[in-house]
């Protein structure tokens, strides 16, 4: 038998109206939402399928607009610090599945990174972001990497090193640092992509794929626990388990 959901085309994962957002207005409320989805997270409660995603990087490299461009649909020209965490939940239907990311905005600031770092664990993606006209920030990617695998199983993750900005860079500039983008993503076994929250290149494309491999990687792991039954089997009965 073989399984194809690698392949799961962007046509068969949907965003529903129904989109939940985690805006944060409030400490408490902020607190109390952070308690829910540990708790979600930890139990499985909810009446669907997580993935946890951690976005890490250097401070103003673009996560927080990153993640607003993707839930939100906006973009903000000013730089405005994430303090320790941040998070938004998008609902996405795969293959005719519930399947939510928790998507975790976490602090680049020095001063920040060891609240952040706190909320590391229990990740299935990871996700490196580097701005492709400050090389620096693509030099520090591995240091966040490691940060990140402190507190996670590195066999049990999956990936991603982002460049963004790229609206900002020209072609002949770019082309230079993507070089070493795809040398490094190669080494540590990371997908590479670059894009820009800006103009929204690519930004839909990317977090269509974490949710695509994600949810891949948890249909694979009921099939790992219940022996060698067919995928059929296995999606109906998550449907019916978390629907
Ligand atoms: N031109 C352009 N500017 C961007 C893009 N993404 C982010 N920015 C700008 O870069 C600055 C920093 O963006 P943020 O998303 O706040 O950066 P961050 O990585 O979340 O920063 P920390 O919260 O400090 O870790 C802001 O002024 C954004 O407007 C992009 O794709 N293109």
């Known amino acids: 038998m073989t399984i194809v959901i690698a392949h799961t085309l962007m046509s068969d994962i949907h965003l529903p109206q129904c989109s939940v957002k985690a805006a944060v207005h409030t400490k408490d409320?902020?607190?109390?939402?952070?308690?829910t989805a540990c708790q979600e997270q930890r139990t499985g409660t909810v009446g669907f399928k997580i993935a946890k995603v951690i976005v890490v990087g250097d401070l103003a490299?673009?996560?927080?607009?990153?993640?607003?461009?993707?839930?939100?649909d906006v973009f903000d020209k000013n730089y405005k610090a994430t303090i320790g965490v941040d998070f938004e939940m998008e609902?996405?239907?795969?293959?005719?599945?519930?399947f939510s990311l928790q998507l975790w905005d976490t602090?680049?600031?020095?001063?920040?990174?060891?609240?952040?770092?706190?909320?590391?664990?229990?990740?299935?993606?990871?996700?490196?972001?580097f701005d492709v006209n400050d090389v620096a920030s693509l030099g520090h990617a591995r240091q966040w990497l490691e940060d990140a695998l402190k507190e996670n199983d590195p066999t049990n993750v999956q990936l991603f090193l982002v460049g963004t900005k790229?609206?900002?860079?020209?072609?002949?500039?770019?082309?230079?640092?993507?070089?070493?983008?795809?040398?490094?993503?190669?080494?540590?076994?990371?997908?590479y992509w670059a894009l820009s929250s800006l103009t929204g290149e690519n930004v839909r494309e990317f977090f269509f794929r974490i949710a695509s491999l994600a949810f891949e990687a948890n249909v694979l792991a009921e099939l790992e626990k219940s022996g060698s039954r067919h995928i059929g089997d296995v999606i109906s009965e998550y449907t019916a388990i978390h629907c």
Not at 166 to 191: G, V
């Open 29 to 35: 409320e902020f607190n109390s939402k952070v308690k």
């Open 61 to 72: 490299v673009g996560k927080t607009c990153l993640i607003n461009r993707f839930c939100k």
């Open 91 to 98: 609902r996405f239907e795969v293959l005719g599945v519930p």
């Open 107 to 129: 602090a680049g600031q020095e001063r920040f990174k060891c609240i952040a770092s706190t909320y590391y664990r229990g990740a299935q993606t990871i996700v490196i972001v």
């Open 166 to 191: 790229k609206d900002l860079s020209s072609p002949a500039q770019y082309s230079q640092i993507e070089q070493d983008a795809i040398e490094l993503a190669e080494e540590i076994k990371a997908e």
